[in-house]
Nanobody
């Protein structure tokens, strides 16, 4: 069964940090670019950042540059999202997603959405002011 399972969400004060994890199973993880999306109540889904399968290139939404970092461990089939200097507007359900055909040089998040194949249920992050 193809699965992506997120963990690590919770309640944190503004200015704090959280580290999210995404564990993959049922597919060749190393061959997929993996990204994090977030969905806040009443707002459209937002592509936050991603890391490619081919060369580990990373792409970030302007709203998180300098604060969020993505990394992957192909041996453990896991992707991590380190979130620092959190703001109330970072509140939302964070989902990880896989896109096999997405590679370096493609636009983010437009091409990443186009090539999405698998995604998880998400983990909730709440940032209090």
């Amino acid at each position: 069964e193809v699965q992506l399972v997120e963990s690590g969400g919770g309640l944190v004060q503004a200015g704090g940090s959280l580290r999210l994890s995404c564990a993959a199973s049922g597919f060749t993880f190393s061959g997929y670019s993996i990204g994090w999306l977030r969905q806040a109540p009443g707002k459209e889904r937002e592509g936050v950042l991603c890391i490619t399968s081919s060369d580990g290139s990373t792409y970030y939404a302007d709203s998180v540059k300098g604060r969020f970092t993505i990394s992957r461990d192909n041996a453990e089939n896991t992707v991590y999202l380190q979130m620092n200097s959190l703001k109330p507007e970072d509140t939302g359900n964070y989902l990880c997603a896989g896109a096999k055909e997405y590679n370096s040089g493609s636009s983010f998040p437009e091409d990443f959405y186009r090539y999405l194949e698998v995604w998880g249920e998400g983990t909730l992050v709440t940032v209090s002011s």
